[in-house]
Protein backbone atom coordinates (compact mmCIF):
# COMPACT_ATOMS: atom_id res chain seq x y z
CA UNK A 1 0.00 0.00 0.00
CA UNK A 2 3.15 2.55 1.00
CA UNK A 3 4.62 1.34 -2.27
CA UNK A 4 1.56 2.06 -4.45
CA UNK A 5 0.75 5.14 -2.69
CA UNK A 6 4.41 6.78 -3.30
CA UNK A 7 4.32 6.06 -6.95
CA UNK A 8 1.21 7.60 -7.96
CA UNK A 9 3.13 11.35 -8.17
CA UNK A 10 5.93 9.64 -10.02
CA UNK A 11 2.99 8.21 -12.70
CA UNK A 12 1.42 11.49 -12.68
CA UNK A 13 4.46 13.74 -13.55
CA UNK A 14 4.95 10.28 -15.96
CA UNK A 15 1.52 10.97 -17.55
CA UNK A 16 2.16 15.00 -17.87
CA UNK A 17 5.70 14.39 -19.21
CA UNK A 18 4.06 12.43 -22.14
CA UNK A 19 1.16 14.72 -22.86
CA UNK A 20 3.76 17.57 -23.09
CA UNK A 21 5.81 15.62 -25.49
CA UNK A 22 2.80 14.96 -27.36
CA UNK A 23 1.73 18.69 -27.69
CA UNK A 24 5.19 19.50 -28.26
CA UNK A 25 5.13 16.96 -31.39
CA UNK A 26 1.66 18.53 -32.95
CA UNK A 27 3.39 21.58 -32.60
CA UNK A 28 6.57 20.60 -34.37
CA UNK A 29 4.63 18.97 -37.13
CA UNK A 30 2.21 21.55 -37.72
CA UNK A 31 4.99 24.49 -38.06
CA UNK A 32 6.87 21.70 -40.54
CA UNK A 33 3.50 21.82 -42.36
CA UNK A 34 3.52 25.88 -42.49
CA UNK A 35 6.77 26.04 -43.16
CA UNK A 36 6.49 23.61 -46.64
CA UNK A 37 3.94 25.63 -47.98
CA UNK A 38 0.76 25.23 -49.39
CA UNK A 39 0.47 24.97 -52.78
CA UNK A 40 -3.01 26.01 -54.23
CA UNK A 41 -4.91 26.55 -57.60
CA UNK A 42 -7.86 28.75 -57.47
CA UNK A 43 -10.09 25.99 -57.92
CA UNK A 44 -8.68 24.52 -54.80
CA UNK A 45 -8.75 27.74 -52.78
CA UNK A 46 -12.52 27.52 -53.65
CA UNK A 47 -12.69 24.48 -52.36
CA UNK A 48 -11.25 25.21 -49.25
CA UNK A 49 -12.61 28.10 -48.73
CA UNK A 50 -16.03 26.82 -48.96
CA UNK A 51 -15.88 24.00 -46.80
CA UNK A 52 -14.94 26.32 -43.68
CA UNK A 53 -16.58 28.98 -44.89
CA UNK A 54 -19.29 30.91 -41.82
CA UNK A 55 -21.39 31.89 -44.50
CA UNK A 56 -22.06 28.88 -46.34
CA UNK A 57 -22.86 26.57 -42.93
CA UNK A 58 -25.27 30.03 -42.18
CA UNK A 59 -27.34 29.13 -45.58
CA UNK A 60 -27.08 25.70 -45.12
CA UNK A 61 -28.85 25.88 -41.85
CA UNK A 62 -31.30 28.10 -43.23
CA UNK A 63 -32.21 25.55 -46.00
CA UNK A 64 -32.57 22.99 -43.44
CA UNK A 65 -34.87 25.06 -41.54
CA UNK A 66 -36.77 26.08 -44.40
CA UNK A 67 -37.24 22.36 -45.52
CA UNK A 68 -38.19 22.01 -41.75
CA UNK A 69 -40.84 24.77 -42.29
CA UNK A 70 -42.30 22.87 -45.24
CA UNK A 71 -42.89 19.42 -43.28
CA UNK A 72 -44.51 20.68 -40.91
CA UNK A 73 -47.01 22.71 -42.97
CA UNK A 74 -47.78 19.48 -44.83
CA UNK A 75 -48.17 17.53 -41.68
CA UNK A 76 -51.16 19.37 -41.23
CA UNK A 77 -52.94 17.05 -44.17
CA UNK A 78 -51.99 14.41 -42.17
CA UNK A 79 -54.04 12.48 -39.45
CA UNK A 80 -52.98 13.63 -36.15
CA UNK A 81 -52.36 10.44 -33.55
CA UNK A 82 -51.88 10.83 -29.77
CA UNK A 83 -51.57 8.39 -26.94
CA UNK A 84 -51.78 9.66 -23.38
CA UNK A 85 -51.95 8.39 -20.22
CA UNK A 86 -52.25 9.60 -16.68
CA UNK A 87 -52.61 8.61 -13.00
CA UNK A 88 -54.35 10.14 -10.34
CA UNK A 89 -53.45 10.00 -6.24
CA UNK A 90 -56.70 11.72 -4.48
CA UNK A 91 -55.25 13.26 -0.83
CA UNK A 92 -59.13 14.49 0.14
CA UNK A 93 -62.28 14.38 -1.55
CA UNK A 94 -65.70 16.09 -1.40
CA UNK A 95 -67.31 12.68 -1.98
CA UNK A 96 -66.04 11.45 1.68
CA UNK A 97 -68.17 8.96 3.73
CA UNK A 98 -70.97 10.18 1.25
CA UNK A 99 -71.75 5.99 0.53
CA UNK A 100 -70.04 4.95 4.04
CA UNK A 101 -71.91 4.18 7.38
CA UNK A 102 -70.66 7.79 9.00
CA UNK A 103 -70.86 6.25 12.25
CA UNK A 104 -74.79 4.87 12.29
CA UNK A 105 -75.47 3.41 15.37
CA UNK A 106 -77.58 0.52 14.34
CA UNK A 107 -77.36 -2.27 11.76
CA UNK A 108 -77.76 -1.97 7.95
CA UNK A 109 -81.12 -2.11 6.90
CA UNK A 110 -82.20 -6.23 6.26
CA UNK A 111 -85.05 -6.68 4.11
CA UNK A 112 -87.00 -10.31 4.76
CA UNK A 113 -89.27 -11.25 2.25
CA UNK A 114 -91.11 -14.27 4.41
CA UNK A 115 -91.43 -11.26 7.13
CA UNK A 116 -94.48 -9.72 7.53
CA UNK A 117 -95.54 -5.98 5.37
CA UNK A 118 -96.52 -4.51 8.62
CA UNK A 119 -92.31 -5.80 9.90
CA UNK A 120 -90.86 -5.16 6.78
CA UNK A 121 -91.91 -1.52 6.60
CA UNK A 122 -91.25 -1.48 10.72
CA UNK A 123 -87.62 -2.69 9.54
CA UNK A 124 -87.27 0.04 7.14
CA UNK A 125 -88.13 3.00 9.29
CA UNK A 126 -85.96 1.61 11.64
CA UNK A 127 -83.25 2.04 9.09
CA UNK A 128 -84.20 4.92 7.63
CA UNK A 129 -84.24 6.47 11.48
CA UNK A 130 -81.20 5.65 11.97
CA UNK A 131 -79.08 6.35 9.00
CA UNK A 132 -78.58 2.24 7.93
CA UNK A 133 -79.98 2.53 4.89
CA UNK A 134 -76.99 3.26 2.54
CA UNK A 135 -74.90 0.73 4.39
CA UNK A 136 -76.85 -2.09 2.18
CA UNK A 137 -75.45 -0.40 -1.18
CA UNK A 138 -72.02 -0.61 -2.61
CA UNK A 139 -70.56 2.21 -4.29
CA UNK A 140 -67.39 1.48 -3.64
CA UNK A 141 -66.05 0.97 -7.65
CA UNK A 142 -67.91 4.42 -8.65
CA UNK A 143 -65.81 7.21 -9.66
CA UNK A 144 -66.37 9.61 -7.43
CA UNK A 145 -63.61 10.20 -4.64
CA UNK A 146 -61.67 7.31 -5.67
CA UNK A 147 -58.35 7.45 -4.35
CA UNK A 148 -56.54 5.88 -7.23
CA UNK A 149 -57.66 6.44 -10.76
CA UNK A 150 -55.83 5.23 -14.06
CA UNK A 151 -56.34 6.60 -17.15
CA UNK A 152 -55.20 5.97 -20.89
CA UNK A 153 -56.35 7.88 -24.25
CA UNK A 154 -55.88 7.07 -27.70
CA UNK A 155 -57.44 10.23 -29.60
CA UNK A 156 -57.61 10.66 -33.70
CA UNK A 157 -57.94 13.92 -35.39
CA UNK A 158 -58.29 14.94 -39.16
CA UNK A 159 -59.05 18.12 -40.88
CA UNK A 160 -61.46 17.88 -43.77
CA UNK A 161 -61.37 21.06 -44.97
CA UNK A 162 -59.27 24.05 -43.79
CA UNK A 163 -60.24 26.84 -46.35
CA UNK A 164 -57.26 26.63 -48.44
CA UNK A 165 -55.20 27.57 -45.78
CA UNK A 166 -52.86 24.37 -45.66
CA UNK A 167 -52.33 24.66 -49.25
CA UNK A 168 -51.16 28.29 -49.18
CA UNK A 169 -49.04 27.28 -46.07
CA UNK A 170 -47.75 24.64 -48.16
CA UNK A 171 -46.80 27.31 -50.90
CA UNK A 172 -45.36 29.09 -48.97
CA UNK A 173 -43.02 27.00 -46.42
CA UNK A 174 -42.52 25.70 -51.01
CA UNK A 175 -40.84 28.91 -51.82
CA UNK A 176 -38.85 29.54 -48.76
CA UNK A 177 -37.35 26.48 -49.10
CA UNK A 178 -36.42 27.17 -52.59
CA UNK A 179 -35.51 30.51 -51.79
CA UNK A 180 -33.22 29.06 -49.29
CA UNK A 181 -31.44 27.22 -51.63
CA UNK A 182 -30.80 29.94 -53.93
CA UNK A 183 -29.59 31.90 -51.09
CA UNK A 184 -27.25 29.02 -50.31
CA UNK A 185 -26.02 29.43 -54.70
CA UNK A 186 -25.32 32.78 -54.27
CA UNK A 187 -23.41 32.16 -50.85
CA UNK A 188 -21.03 30.00 -52.78
CA UNK A 189 -20.56 32.23 -55.67
CA UNK A 190 -20.38 35.38 -53.31
CA UNK A 191 -17.41 33.35 -51.38
CA UNK A 192 -16.03 32.34 -55.61
CA UNK A 193 -16.00 35.75 -56.66
CA UNK A 194 -14.05 37.42 -52.75
CA UNK A 195 -11.60 33.95 -52.93
CA UNK A 196 -10.88 34.89 -56.74
CA UNK A 197 -9.95 38.73 -55.84
CA UNK A 198 -8.03 37.35 -53.07
CA UNK A 199 -6.43 35.15 -54.92
CA UNK A 200 -5.40 37.51 -57.62
CA UNK A 201 -4.91 40.03 -55.60
CA UNK A 202 -1.73 37.83 -53.70
CA UNK A 203 -0.71 37.22 -57.23
CA UNK A 204 -0.64 40.86 -58.15
CA UNK A 205 1.32 41.77 -54.68
CA UNK A 206 4.07 39.56 -55.94
CA UNK A 207 4.38 40.28 -59.53
CA UNK A 208 4.63 43.67 -58.31
CA UNK A 209 6.99 43.04 -55.59
CA UNK A 210 8.90 40.84 -58.16
CA UNK A 211 9.04 44.57 -60.27
CA UNK A 212 9.79 46.51 -57.39
CA UNK A 213 12.69 44.31 -56.26
CA UNK A 214 14.52 44.02 -60.08
CA UNK A 215 13.96 47.56 -60.85
CA UNK A 216 16.37 48.48 -57.21
CA UNK A 217 18.45 45.86 -58.74
CA UNK A 218 18.86 47.86 -62.11
CA UNK A 219 19.64 51.21 -60.07
CA UNK A 220 21.91 49.42 -57.96
CA UNK A 221 23.64 48.02 -60.79
CA UNK A 222 23.84 51.77 -62.21
CA UNK A 223 25.11 52.69 -59.35
CA UNK A 224 28.00 50.91 -59.12
CA UNK A 225 28.46 51.76 -63.03
CA UNK A 226 28.41 55.41 -62.59
CA UNK A 227 30.42 55.02 -59.34
CA UNK A 228 33.46 52.95 -61.36
CA UNK A 229 33.46 55.35 -63.77
CA UNK A 230 33.89 58.44 -61.38
CA UNK A 231 36.61 56.40 -59.82
CA UNK A 232 38.26 56.33 -63.48
CA UNK A 233 37.64 59.90 -64.25
CA UNK A 234 35.26 59.22 -67.02
CA UNK A 235 31.98 60.66 -65.60
CA UNK A 236 31.63 63.60 -63.21
CA UNK A 237 30.41 62.80 -59.54
CA UNK A 238 27.05 64.43 -60.38
CA UNK A 239 26.25 61.04 -62.36
CA UNK A 240 27.08 59.25 -59.25
CA UNK A 241 24.59 61.12 -57.05
CA UNK A 242 22.48 61.05 -59.62
CA UNK A 243 22.43 57.21 -59.85
CA UNK A 244 22.47 56.92 -55.99
CA UNK A 245 19.65 58.62 -55.63
CA UNK A 246 17.82 56.96 -57.74
CA UNK A 247 18.92 53.59 -56.20
CA UNK A 248 17.71 54.49 -52.49
CA UNK A 249 14.49 56.20 -54.35
CA UNK A 250 13.20 52.48 -55.17
CA UNK A 251 14.18 50.77 -51.88
CA UNK A 252 10.84 52.64 -50.07
CA UNK A 253 8.98 51.06 -53.25
CA UNK A 254 9.97 47.39 -52.10
CA UNK A 255 8.72 48.22 -48.87
CA UNK A 256 5.94 49.39 -49.75
CA UNK A 257 4.94 46.50 -51.97
CA UNK A 258 6.21 43.72 -49.82
CA UNK A 259 3.77 45.56 -47.22
CA UNK A 260 1.05 45.12 -49.62
CA UNK A 261 1.90 41.45 -50.27
CA UNK A 262 1.40 40.76 -46.72
CA UNK A 263 -1.73 42.25 -46.30
CA UNK A 264 -3.18 40.33 -49.59
CA UNK A 265 -1.80 36.70 -48.31
CA UNK A 266 -3.50 37.83 -44.97
CA UNK A 267 -6.74 38.40 -46.65
CA UNK A 268 -6.22 35.05 -48.78
CA UNK A 269 -5.28 32.94 -45.15
CA UNK A 270 -8.55 34.51 -43.52
CA UNK A 271 -10.92 33.59 -46.63
CA UNK A 272 -9.32 30.01 -46.81
CA UNK A 273 -8.92 29.45 -42.32
CA UNK A 274 -5.26 28.61 -42.59
CA UNK A 275 -3.11 29.30 -39.71
CA UNK A 276 -1.50 32.86 -39.87
CA UNK A 277 2.37 31.26 -40.65
CA UNK A 278 1.20 28.87 -43.49
CA UNK A 279 3.21 29.91 -46.92
CA UNK A 280 0.83 29.51 -49.60
CA UNK A 281 1.97 28.85 -53.56
CA UNK A 282 -0.26 30.25 -55.91
CA UNK A 283 0.00 28.34 -58.92
CA UNK A 284 -1.01 30.83 -61.63
CA UNK A 285 0.85 33.31 -63.77
CA UNK A 286 -0.49 36.94 -64.67
CA UNK A 287 2.40 37.24 -67.19
CA UNK A 288 1.52 34.50 -69.59
CA UNK A 289 -0.08 35.55 -73.28
CA UNK A 290 -3.22 33.64 -72.67
CA UNK A 291 -4.58 33.07 -69.16
CA UNK A 292 -6.48 30.43 -67.95
CA UNK A 293 -10.65 30.24 -68.15
CA UNK A 294 -12.06 31.81 -65.07
CA UNK A 295 -14.27 28.77 -62.58
CA UNK A 296 -17.82 28.29 -63.71
CA UNK A 297 -20.49 28.39 -61.53
CA UNK A 298 -21.09 24.28 -62.55
CA UNK A 299 -17.75 23.69 -60.76
CA UNK A 300 -18.47 25.20 -57.24
CA UNK A 301 -18.80 22.68 -54.53
CA UNK A 302 -21.69 21.57 -53.06
CA UNK A 303 -24.38 22.99 -55.56
CA UNK A 304 -27.64 20.92 -57.01
CA UNK A 305 -28.51 21.34 -60.75
CA UNK A 306 -32.05 23.25 -59.79
CA UNK A 307 -29.67 25.69 -57.56
CA UNK A 308 -27.79 26.59 -60.77
CA UNK A 309 -30.82 26.57 -62.67
CA UNK A 310 -31.73 30.40 -62.39
CA UNK A 311 -31.87 33.59 -64.95
CA UNK A 312 -30.31 35.71 -61.79
CA UNK A 313 -30.35 34.30 -58.49
CA UNK A 314 -31.71 37.83 -56.95
CA UNK A 315 -34.86 37.82 -59.58
CA UNK A 316 -35.95 34.63 -58.74
CA UNK A 317 -35.60 35.33 -55.06
CA UNK A 318 -37.78 38.23 -55.39
CA UNK A 319 -40.28 36.32 -57.41
CA UNK A 320 -40.21 33.72 -54.97
CA UNK A 321 -40.98 35.95 -51.94
CA UNK A 322 -43.85 37.67 -53.96
CA UNK A 323 -45.53 34.08 -54.50
CA UNK A 324 -44.66 33.51 -50.59
CA UNK A 325 -46.52 36.84 -50.19
CA UNK A 326 -49.29 35.75 -52.65
CA UNK A 327 -49.94 32.12 -50.38
CA UNK A 328 -50.19 34.54 -47.11
CA UNK A 329 -52.88 37.04 -48.58
CA UNK A 330 -54.93 33.18 -49.60
CA UNK A 331 -54.10 32.29 -46.12
CA UNK A 332 -55.68 35.57 -44.65
CA UNK A 333 -58.68 35.24 -47.29
CA UNK A 334 -59.22 31.85 -46.34
CA UNK A 335 -59.64 33.16 -42.30
CA UNK A 336 -62.96 33.84 -43.64
CA UNK A 337 -63.96 30.61 -44.72
CA UNK A 338 -65.49 27.56 -42.38
CA UNK A 339 -62.62 24.70 -41.10
CA UNK A 340 -64.03 20.60 -40.68
CA UNK A 341 -62.49 18.25 -38.78
CA UNK A 342 -63.30 15.01 -37.54
CA UNK A 343 -61.93 13.62 -34.50
CA UNK A 344 -62.36 10.31 -32.30
CA UNK A 345 -61.32 9.55 -28.54
CA UNK A 346 -61.01 5.88 -27.40
CA UNK A 347 -60.05 5.84 -23.56
CA UNK A 348 -59.42 3.03 -20.95
CA UNK A 349 -60.51 4.33 -17.40
CA UNK A 350 -59.34 2.22 -13.82
CA UNK A 351 -60.20 2.16 -10.50
CA UNK A 352 -58.66 0.25 -8.37
CA UNK A 353 -61.31 -1.69 -5.58
CA UNK A 354 -58.80 -3.25 -3.83
CA UNK A 355 -55.19 -1.78 -2.70
CA UNK A 356 -53.41 0.68 -5.14
CA UNK A 357 -53.13 -1.07 -8.82
CA UNK A 358 -55.82 -1.81 -10.79
CA UNK A 359 -56.87 -5.34 -11.88
CA UNK A 360 -58.31 -6.41 -15.17
CA UNK A 361 -61.73 -5.87 -13.98
CA UNK A 362 -61.36 -2.54 -12.68
CA UNK A 363 -61.19 -1.09 -16.18
CA UNK A 364 -64.10 0.96 -18.18
CA UNK A 365 -64.05 2.18 -21.92
CA UNK A 366 -64.73 5.55 -23.01
CA UNK A 367 -65.14 6.10 -26.83
CA UNK A 368 -66.34 8.89 -28.09
CA UNK A 369 -66.34 10.24 -31.96
CA UNK A 370 -67.21 13.32 -33.29
CA UNK A 371 -66.70 16.39 -35.71
CA UNK A 372 -66.16 19.93 -35.12
CA UNK A 373 -67.29 23.35 -37.61
CA UNK A 374 -65.88 26.22 -36.75
CA UNK A 375 -67.79 29.30 -38.59
CA UNK A 376 -66.06 32.50 -38.31
CA UNK A 377 -68.87 34.94 -37.67
CA UNK A 378 -67.30 38.51 -36.42
CA UNK A 379 -63.87 38.57 -35.49
CA UNK A 380 -63.92 42.34 -35.00
CA UNK A 381 -62.33 43.33 -38.35
CA UNK A 382 -58.97 41.38 -37.62
CA UNK A 383 -59.59 39.18 -40.87
CA UNK A 384 -60.08 42.58 -42.65
CA UNK A 385 -57.18 43.57 -41.37
CA UNK A 386 -55.19 40.77 -42.15
CA UNK A 387 -56.26 40.76 -45.70
CA UNK A 388 -54.93 44.34 -45.83
CA UNK A 389 -51.82 43.75 -44.83
CA UNK A 390 -51.24 40.83 -46.69
CA UNK A 391 -52.23 42.62 -50.01
CA UNK A 392 -49.72 45.55 -49.39
CA UNK A 393 -47.07 42.48 -48.88
CA UNK A 394 -47.99 41.49 -52.44
CA UNK A 395 -47.65 44.90 -53.73
CA UNK A 396 -44.77 45.81 -52.79
CA UNK A 397 -42.81 42.14 -53.32
CA UNK A 398 -44.10 43.08 -56.90
CA UNK A 399 -42.58 46.26 -57.15
CA UNK A 400 -39.53 44.77 -55.76
CA UNK A 401 -39.20 42.24 -58.54
CA UNK A 402 -39.70 44.91 -61.16
CA UNK A 403 -36.79 46.54 -59.28
CA UNK A 404 -35.07 43.58 -59.08
CA UNK A 405 -34.96 42.91 -62.92
CA UNK A 406 -33.44 46.48 -63.53
CA UNK A 407 -30.77 46.16 -61.42
CA UNK A 408 -30.00 42.69 -63.06
CA UNK A 409 -30.46 44.59 -66.48
CA UNK A 410 -27.81 47.46 -65.49
CA UNK A 411 -25.50 44.96 -63.50
CA UNK A 412 -25.37 42.58 -66.42
CA UNK A 413 -24.62 45.35 -68.87
CA UNK A 414 -22.24 47.16 -66.28
CA UNK A 415 -20.08 43.48 -66.56
CA UNK A 416 -19.93 43.17 -69.73
CA UNK A 417 -18.46 47.28 -70.45
CA UNK A 418 -16.00 46.05 -67.62
CA UNK A 419 -14.96 42.99 -69.43
CA UNK A 420 -14.41 44.71 -72.66
CA UNK A 421 -12.41 47.45 -71.27
CA UNK A 422 -10.19 44.59 -69.13
CA UNK A 423 -9.80 43.01 -72.30
CA UNK A 424 -8.62 46.12 -74.09
CA UNK A 425 -6.71 47.13 -71.36
CA UNK A 426 -4.72 43.72 -71.15
CA UNK A 427 -4.04 43.12 -74.90
CA UNK A 428 -2.55 46.60 -75.18
CA UNK A 429 -0.42 46.13 -72.17
CA UNK A 430 0.97 43.40 -74.13
CA UNK A 431 2.73 45.23 -76.58
CA UNK A 432 3.48 48.46 -74.60
CA UNK A 433 6.02 46.19 -72.21
CA UNK A 434 7.73 44.66 -75.15
CA UNK A 435 8.34 48.16 -76.63
CA UNK A 436 9.32 49.20 -72.54
CA UNK A 437 11.88 46.10 -72.30
CA UNK A 438 13.50 46.78 -75.82
CA UNK A 439 13.89 50.49 -74.87
CA UNK A 440 15.51 49.95 -71.96
CA UNK A 441 17.91 47.29 -73.27
CA UNK A 442 19.26 50.01 -75.69
CA UNK A 443 19.08 52.77 -73.36
CA UNK A 444 21.36 50.26 -71.16
CA UNK A 445 23.38 49.46 -73.69
CA UNK A 446 24.00 53.63 -74.47
CA UNK A 447 24.42 54.14 -71.34
CA UNK A 448 27.03 51.34 -70.92
CA UNK A 449 28.87 52.60 -73.82
CA UNK A 450 28.97 55.74 -72.77
CA UNK A 451 26.52 57.68 -74.97
CA UNK A 452 23.92 58.47 -72.98
CA UNK A 453 22.75 60.13 -69.69
CA UNK A 454 22.15 58.62 -66.16
CA UNK A 455 18.96 60.31 -66.54
CA UNK A 456 17.73 58.21 -70.04
CA UNK A 457 18.28 55.11 -68.35
CA UNK A 458 16.26 55.68 -65.39
CA UNK A 459 13.78 57.73 -67.67
CA UNK A 460 13.32 53.94 -69.75
CA UNK A 461 13.75 52.32 -66.35
CA UNK A 462 10.95 53.74 -65.11
CA UNK A 463 8.55 53.07 -68.60
CA UNK A 464 9.61 49.47 -68.13
CA UNK A 465 8.46 48.94 -64.46
CA UNK A 466 5.31 50.90 -65.55
CA UNK A 467 4.32 48.61 -68.18
CA UNK A 468 5.08 45.60 -66.07
CA UNK A 469 3.01 46.95 -63.54
CA UNK A 470 0.05 48.25 -65.87
CA UNK A 471 0.26 44.70 -67.40
CA UNK A 472 0.25 42.51 -64.03
CA UNK A 473 -2.69 44.43 -62.65
CA UNK A 474 -4.42 44.23 -66.47
CA UNK A 475 -4.40 40.19 -66.37
CA UNK A 476 -5.77 40.92 -62.47
CA UNK A 477 -8.56 43.01 -63.58
CA UNK A 478 -9.16 40.89 -66.40
CA UNK A 479 -9.06 37.36 -64.39
CA UNK A 480 -11.79 38.95 -61.98
CA UNK A 481 -14.15 40.71 -64.35
CA UNK A 482 -14.40 37.41 -65.97
CA UNK A 483 -15.29 35.21 -62.98
CA UNK A 484 -17.56 38.64 -61.92
CA UNK A 485 -19.73 37.96 -65.34
CA UNK A 486 -19.41 34.47 -65.06
CA UNK A 487 -20.68 34.03 -61.55
CA UNK A 488 -22.79 36.62 -62.21
CA UNK A 489 -26.23 35.11 -62.80
CA UNK A 490 -25.94 33.67 -58.74
CA UNK A 491 -24.35 36.90 -57.08
CA UNK A 492 -26.20 38.89 -54.95
CA UNK A 493 -27.26 42.61 -56.01
CA UNK A 494 -24.18 45.09 -55.79
CA UNK A 495 -21.55 42.31 -55.71
CA UNK A 496 -18.34 43.72 -57.27
Not at 146 to 174: D, K, V
Request: hydrophobic share 45%; charged share 25%.
Amino acid sequence: MIRHTSAQPFARIAAARIVALGSAIVVATAAVASAQGLKLTLEEAVKMAAAKSEAITIARSAETRAAADFTRARSQRLPQLALRGSYDRTLESEYAGVFTDGGASCSPLTVDSSQSMERRLAELERAAGCGAIGRALNFSDVPFGQENAYRFYFSFSQSIYAGGRISAQEAQAQNSRRAAEINTATSHAALALDVTKAFFDALLSDRLVAIAELAHAQASAAYDQARQSVAAGRQPEFEQLRAEVTRDNQRPLVIRRKAERDVAYLRLRQLLEVAPGTQLELEADLMLDQLPEPLAPDALPGLTASALDTERAHIRQAELTLQARESALSMARGERLPTLNVNSLYGKVGYPTAGMWPQGGDFRTNWTVGATLDVPLFTGRRVAANVRGAQADVDEAEARVKQARELAELEAATARENLSAAEAVWQASAATIQQARRAYEIAELRYREGISTQLELSDARLALQLAEANRALAARDLQVSRAHLTLLPLLPVGSR
